[in-house]
């Protein structure tokens, strides 16, 4: 299940099954979306990127879908291991500027 | 490829004195760097963007004079922060691109700074 906690939602699912982490994105003008995950003491680690003129791109287990219509990002993991629990952030990028603008990260938990 | 590399990964200060932390760019040249703050359980916040060979640009909120910022060589920049007090205690994490603004931030590893 999703619960928001005092800063950082989480969401739990169970090994193996598929993950979903959404994010609304703040700019109409942002040309430019990244997710990033981030283990804990470490940095983001980048783990796909769309264009704006996308609205799917698929990586390895991982398909990021683009809705501009209402400002929406998702990261699906599929067949979710203990190994991707982390806080995944997504970032945004407004045309014309350089500036990430960073989501306020969801936390996966993956229960065995 | 890509790799962002940051030293050090943590670091204990004394109130009042004065710490470096480095970011490389191992394996490609940068001539931007972007140093990050994050406290526990937030995001990032853009603190400053590092230009080499000019001045750094800070966000709005940061001081300047407090974090300095030393961009020396396309694959190296510093931040120093001046006359640490323990409200600076934080994770700081640079990051920097390959390419253009399309292509993504690869970020070092953090450090995790206290200030006792």
């Known amino acids: 299940g999703e619960s928001v906690g005092l800063h950082l939602p989480t969401l739990s699912v169970q090994e193996g099954d598929n993950s979903i982490i959404n994010c609304a994105y703040s700019?109409?003008?942002?040309?430019?979306f990244i997710w990033y995950k981030q283990e804990s003491g470490k940095g983001p680690q980048f783990i796909i990127d769309?264009?704006?003129?996308?609205d799917k791109r698929q990586g390895q287990r991982v398909t990021v879908l683009l809705n501009k219509t209402v400002k929406h990002l998702s990261l699906q993991i599929a067949a979710t291991q203990p190994g991707d629990s982390a806080v995944y952030f997504c970032?945004?990028?407004?045309?014309?500027?350089?500036?990430?603008?960073f989501g306020t990260g969801t936390r996966l938990k993956v229960l065995a | 490829g890509a790799v962002v590399s940051q030293h050090p990964s943590w670091v204990i200060c004394k109130s009042g004195t004065s710490v470096k932390i480095e970011c490389r760019s191992l394996?490609?040249?940068?001539?931007?760097m972007f140093w990050y703050r994050q406290f526990p359980k937030q995001s990032l916040m853009l603190m400053a963007t590092?230009?080499?060979?000019?001045?750094?640009?800070?966000e709005q909120g940061v001081e300047k004079d407090k974090f300095l910022i030393n961009h020396a060589s396309l694959t190296l920049s510093t931040l120093t922060v001046t006359s640490a007090h323990p409200e600076d205690s934080s994770f700081y994490i640079c990051?920097?691109?390959?390419?253009?603004?399309?292509?993504?931030?690869?970020f070092g590893n953090g450090t995790r700074l206290t200030v006792t």
């Open positions: 769309i264009r704006s003129n996308m």
């Open positions: 990051s920097a691109r390959t390419q253009g603004r399309g292509s993504p931030l690869h």
């Open positions: 394996d490609f040249q940068a001539t931007t």
């Open positions: 700019n109409s003008a942002s040309d430019y």
């Open positions: 590092s230009n080499e060979g000019s001045k750094a640009t800070y």
């Open positions: 970032a945004e990028i407004p045309s014309g500027t350089y500036k990430y603008i």
